[in-house]
């Protein structure tokens, strides 16, 4: 289905995903929420070189992009991996390698 603006719906999708990783510190974060299954903001902090404020702005670009859920409890804000949406995101991004290795031979 082609958008207003011009673009289909599933490139839409997949930049938004793109763009969430779109930063070396989100990628970071998305590896260490994995390694623990569920990460509280404050240990992400600790982790990394960046202000507290910095770290919860990339948590919320994840959190908008759906890669990564929030579980408030009490005064603490536990992240995990929001399974779902990563299977989607995947699956979209397989079906783009997939579409550009039928004009290229790529071998991926």
Avoid: W
Avoid at 28 to 57: D, F, K, N, W, Y
């Amino acid at each position: 289905m082609i958008h207003p603006q011009g673009f289909e719906a599933k490139d839409n999708k997949l930049s938004k995903y793109n763009r969430a990783l779109g930063h070396p510190a989100r990628v970071l974060i998305m590896r260490m929420i994995s390694e623990s299954a569920t990460c509280i903001c404050g240990e992400i902090v600790e982790q990394l070189p960046l202000a507290q404020s910095t770290v919860s702005q990339h948590l919320k670009e994840l959190r908008r992009a759906g890669l990564i859920k929030a579980e408030v409890n009490g005064p603490k804000t536990c992240y995990s991996l929001n399974q779902e949406n990563l299977k989607d995101y995947f699956k979209r991004l397989d079906n783009f390698k997939n579409s550009l290795s039928t004009n290229l031979t790529l071998n991926i």
